[in-house]
């Protein structure tokens, strides 16, 4: 597990989403390490650490990805397609969180690759709740080790359960028998 502070990166080309998102976080206690953009293009500098975003003390890979879907300027597929386009980084889990629950959106998010696709409450104790949910969900998530770039850092081992089938899966030949049953 990394020794990387828990960080947050939430995107959202609504003020008003973005105020009440971080409000429920705060609400449940969770106020420092959450970072906020408006655009999916703005994320891909951010995760990419392109411009001001070099700075990796100021703003560190995030442990989790909160979206919105529909959004100007970089929706919330042109993130997830950037992930999945750079294997280092696609293991980051991402949240969609849109107003939208078209099942085309919610199938296209899935199959780009998002962790979970939930939709906004009008809400805000709902909203609330289902933040807590998330927070408490993937705090408590062991995520691989990451550098300070936010790549995957490469193991020289198996893991403990090792090799999952020992070696290639052949057929002993001399163990068959085949049978021919006539009539019926």
Request: hydrophobic share 35%; proline share 5%.
């Amino acid at each position: 597990m990394s020794d990387l502070p828990f960080s947050i990166l939430l995107i959202d080309d609504s003020p008003s989403d973005l105020m009440l998102i971080q409000r429920a976080f705060k609400n449940c206690g969770i106020v420092e390490g959450i970072y906020t953009l408006s655009n999916g293009f703005e994320a891909i500098r951010y995760l990419m650490g392109e411009g001001v975003y070099s700075d990796r003390i100021k703003y560190p890979y995030p442990s989790l990805i909160i979206s919105d879907l529909k959004m100007s300027n970089g929706d919330g597929l042109s993130i997830l397609e950037h992930l999945k386009r750079n294997p280092a980084w696609a293991i980051i889990p991402t949240i969609i969180f849109s107003g939208s629950g078209d099942n085309d959106d919610i199938r296209s998010s899935y199959m780009m690759g998002a962790a979970s696709y939930i939709q906004k409450p009008n809400d805000f104790e709902k909203m609330r709740s289902i933040i807590k949910t998330i927070a408490d969900y993937w705090k408590n998530c062991s995520l691989p080790d990451v550098d300070k770039s936010g790549k995957q850092i490469r193991t020289d081992t198996e893991g403990k359960i090792g090799e999952r089938f020992p070696q290639p899966f052949q057929i002993d030949q001399s163990r068959i028998e085949i049978k021919t049953v006539i009539g019926g």
